[in-house]
């Protein structure tokens, strides 16, 4: 049997916040091409030509002038098809594939979008104009993945079919996240993500402050978190930690590997994480770092936000609360604190349940099952 082809559009290279997306994409079991909206190759001229069309489509978009946005890189994708004769096209979050949609019109391609959480969330950017484009990238696209259940209902009202969603959450890569032993660790907590407004770092902070305030002077000492990320909230948190006077007992570790957070999460209690909706209306879509911490065998401590609720189950592989509960995740992260072997449990179920349900190879086959559906 020929192998399918695949040609797949990334804004991004470099950026950490995709790079399961890149991953993703290797892991395909097809003749995969790849080009990334950000990157200037001199030996790759059409990889430079469509980082510099979507350049320029950026700029057509801030002059207001939103009909030939969509040309420059549609144009480049349309000569990218030409050359490479693929069976689908896949491109990687909604804002990115309206730059390009009108190439599979163009060519009679299948094409694929993910969407991932700020782009079908965040209201700031969503605009009435948006709506309309997005209405019509559903009309060209062979099928949309999403990865939580509130996204598919958000899409379905800015006019997707319902029979062209698949929702498919991120997984985590099992060779990596495994052998947390959260019954024999110390009260360690570990928090993982971008340090911005939908993570709401700040009231995860308080929340373990909370916690620190309301156990037993020796449970006190002990109590640790551990918060790995960066982004524009990085240094509010920095001073409410020290304004806290929690230094000791609370790091903020900044950017780490992959290898380093698997290491990390196999050394602590529990994972933790305020996710909920921001200002500009942006949410999650299906948190990485919370299915590695599950896949680790991590209890973890979250809110019922997004798609969190469909990878941690209420009481058997994690607590929720509802966002903007401080008190009630410090009363969770207490409990965990306390209480070694109902931590162990929890972990356990956790690690079984992403285990059946929640790894990337999950999602690769959510995905490669898409592409062959559309290809036929």
């Known amino acids: 049997m020929t192998q399918l082809r695949l040609l797949a559009f990334v804004p991004s290279a470099h950026a950490p916040t995709e790079t399961f997306v890149r991953a993703?994409?290797?892991?395909?079991?097809?003749?995969?091409?790849?080009?990334?909206?950000?990157?200037?190759?001199?030996?790759?001229?059409?990889?430079?030509a469509y980082a510099f069309s979507v350049y320029i489509s950026k700029i057509f978009y801030r002059l207001g002038l939103s009909k030939l946005g969509t040309f420059p890189p549609s144009l480049v994708v349309w000569i990218l098809c030409k050359r490479y004769q693929p069976d689908v096209l896949i491109?990687?979050?909604?804002?990115?594939?309206?730059r390009m949609m009108?190439?599979?019109?163009?060519?009679?391609?299948?094409?694929?979008?993910?969407?991932?959480?700020?782009?079908?969330?965040?209201?700031?950017?969503?605009?009435?104009?948006?709506r309309e484009r997005y209405r019509r990238l559903f009309r060209v696209a062979a099928s949309v993945i999403v990865k939580s259940l509130p996204m598919r209902e958000q899409l379905l009202r800015?006019?997707?079919?319902?029979?062209?969603?698949?929702?498919?959450?991120?997984?985590?890569?099992?060779?990596?996240?495994?052998?947390?032993?959260?019954?024999?660790?110390?009260?360690?907590?570990v928090a993982v993500g971008r340090f911005v407004p939908k993570k709401a770092p700040h009231l995860?902070?308080?929340?373990?402050?909370?916690?620190?305030?309301?156990?037993?002077?020796?449970?006190?000492?002990?109590?640790?978190?551990?918060?790995?990320?960066?982004?524009?909230?990085?240094?509010?948190?920095?001073?409410?930690?020290?304004d806290l006077k929690l230094e000791n007992q609370i790091s903020l570790s900044g950017l780490c590997s992959p290898q380093s957070v698997a290491e990390?999460?196999?050394?602590?209690?529990?994972?933790?994480?305020?996710?909920?909706?921001?200002?500009?209306?942006?949410?999650?879509?299906?948190?990485?770092?919370?299915?590695?911490?599950?896949?680790?065998?991590?209890?973890v401590v979250s809110t019922r936000h997004a798609g969190i609720p469909?990878?941690?189950?209420?009481?058997?592989?994690?607590?929720?609360?509802?966002?903007?509960?401080?008190?009630?995740?410090?009363?969770?992260?207490?409990?965990?604190?306390?209480?070694?072997?109902?931590?162990?449990?929890?972990?356990?179920?956790a690690s079984s349940r992403a285990l059946s349900s929640f790894t990337i190879q999950h999602h690769i086959d959510d995905i490669a099952d898409v592409v062959r559906r559309v290809s036929t």
């Not at 491109?91 to 594939?97: L, N, R, W």
Request: with cysteine; glycine share 10%.
């Open 91 to 98: 491109v990687e979050f909604g804002f990115h594939a309206i």
């Open 158 to 189: 800015f006019g997707a079919s319902s029979d062209q969603l698949v929702v498919s959450p991120c997984g985590a890569d099992s060779s990596l996240f495994y052998g947390a032993a959260p019954g024999d660790s110390p009260p360690l907590f």
């Open 204 to 242: 995860t902070i308080r929340a373990f402050a909370d916690a620190c305030a309301r156990v037993s002077p020796a449970l006190s000492r002990e109590l640790r978190l551990v918060m790995v990320g960066d982004g524009p909230l990085l240094e509010e948190c920095r001073r409410l930690v020290s």
């Open 24 to 48: 993703n994409l290797r892991g395909l079991p097809f003749k995969t091409f790849a080009y990334f909206g950000d990157e200037f190759r001199l030996k790759r001229p059409l990889q430079s």
């Open 102 to 130: 009108d190439a599979a019109a163009w060519t009679g391609t299948p094409m694929i979008v993910q969407f991932h959480g700020s782009d079908a969330f965040a209201h700031q950017r969503i605009t009435a104009e948006l």
């Open 264 to 299: 990390l999460m196999r050394s602590c209690r529990a994972f933790v994480q305020h996710s909920m909706v921001a200002p500009d209306g942006d949410s999650e879509g299906s948190p990485v770092s919370v299915v590695e911490a599950q896949l680790s065998g991590l209890p």
């Open 310 to 349: 469909e990878v941690v189950v209420e009481g058997k592989s994690g607590f929720l609360v509802d966002e903007g509960d401080v008190s009630g995740m410090a009363n969770f992260i207490i409990r965990l604190a306390e209480d070694s072997d109902l931590a162990a449990r929890l972990g356990s179920f």
